[in-house]
């Protein structure tokens, strides 16, 4: 692997306080249903893996589609998490974007070998993810998401 | 007006402190040309305006286009702007996400009026733009784009 496999930004992540509030605003603003708030890392698919430690940690989150990109608000809910460790030190923000990858572990390995390292990793019903601190490099923390099925989105 | 015209991001914006940098990492990460590096606010389209008064602040930027989505990487020139404040307070990260409008005074006022002011706002050649404080309301900056043609992207 000499880069990854697509350039495709389709999810955007937002880091809140208060998810039900966010996600109100957010509906009334731009005129579209509001969804159901979800947990997420919180079953026993998640497997959360935070600076290569176990974590308890899990979040609420609402998904917005928001043309071909998903926006996801997240609001922490316990600790250590990334969005917990993001909204602690910069407060309400975004948070991350998301690449899709097939090849979730070369991905990884190819960051890792140019100094960003996996922050985060887990999974859920359909399919693993990885935050990757590439702030230094990118500007910006990527998120890998690998999903098991064609049409998995998380 | 009851909610913005659409819900469709179409561009998000880095705020970064070295664009050659930056823009150098992205293209080989992601296996993309490295664009050029364009001064944007920078010419007599700009009238740059933060926080109601005029500035000569103007930035250097990268676009990579990373699917339906537009990456705008931003280093700040001078000061004051949204990018140069944005940088001095959060360091590099994530400044603001992007939907086009088609009535741009009217969005702001729509906001305005929620507790979301103009924080800067300019035009460059083929259209305007005003950068929206929502990060209390939405977790988030938004841009509201207004294209004086139909293809024109900033």
Chains 1, 2 share one sequence.
Do not use: C
Not at 9 to 31: K, L, N, P, S
Not at 88 to 93: F, I, K, S
């Amino acid at each position: 692997m000499d880069h990854l496999e697509n350039n495709t930004i389709i999810q955007i992540g937002i880091v809140v306080r208060d998810v039900e509030d966010a996600a109100t605003r957010y509906a009334q603003i731009f005129g579209v249903p509001k969804p159901q708030i979800v947990a997420i890392a919180a079953d026993s698919f998640a497997n959360t893996h935070y600076r290569g430690q176990p974590s308890n940690a899990w979040g609420k989150a609402a998904f917005f589609d928001m043309g071909a990109v998903q926006l996801e608000l997240i609001e922490p809910v316990g600790a250590p998490s990334t969005w917990e460790e993001f909204l602690r030190l910069h407060g309400e923000g975004i948070h991350h974007i998301a690449v899709r990858v097939e090849q979730l572990e070369e991905a990884q390995a190819f960051l890792a070998a140019r100094g960003m390292p996996v922050v985060q990793s887990g999974g859920w019903d359909g399919g693993r993810y990885a935050y990757i601190d590439s702030v230094k490099q990118l500007g910006a923390m990527l998120e890998l998401l690998k999903f098991d099925r064609e049409t998995s989105r998380q």
